[in-house]
């Protein structure tokens, strides 16, 4: 198994890449189960508003999570600072210590490869706890116009 890996993977962390796959796996699964348990019913479908909330909350949230400042301290243990990247954001490249430690690394430096956790977990919100869900959505929504509004400003100052 490892020469294929070794062949087909080219330096790139697959073990860790399977963790991570088998993480979510697992993490969705549970969900579902709990969801059966507790007889949580999935709606028919989600309104064009929930989709266009949590799509907005989901970029600011993956944005905030990869490349934020701020948060930079839950990177730090799977991560190496390269340099700032713009607006409160940094540039920061995986560690390469451990397999394991490489794919979290790639996945909380990756705001596409954290949107799908994120995605999944302010969708299944909507199923459990939807008022709570759209309050930290609209929150988040807030925060990515407010950005928005940012750059336009320093962009017509300039």
């Not at 189960?33 to 949590?54: E, I, Q, W």
Request: proline share 6%; hydrophobic share 45%.
């Amino acid at each position: 198994m490892k020469r294929i890996w070794k062949a087909y993977g080219e330096g790139r962390p697959l073990p860790g890449y399977l963790v991570a796959m088998g993480s979510y796996a697992v993490l969705v699964g549970t969900v579902s189960a709990v969801g059966r348990l507790t007889g949580a019913r999935l709606p028919d479908g989600f309104s064009l508003g929930d989709t266009a909330l949590v799509s907005v909350a989901t970029h600011k949230a993956s944005r905030l999570l990869t490349k934020e400042a701020v948060t930079s301290p839950l990177r730090a243990p799977f991560t190496r600072y390269e340099a700032p990247a713009g607006h409160a954001e940094l540039k920061e490249s995986p560690r390469k210590d451990h397999p394991a430690q490489h794919a979290i690394g790639e996945l909380i430096t990756c705001p596409f490869c954290a949107g799908v956790w994120i995605a999944s977990g302010l969708t299944a919100g909507l199923v459990f706890a939807p008022r709570l869900t759209r309050l930290v959505a609209t929150a988040l929504t807030a925060v990515a116009a407010s950005d928005a509004l940012n750059l336009a400003y320093d962009k017509l100052r300039s």
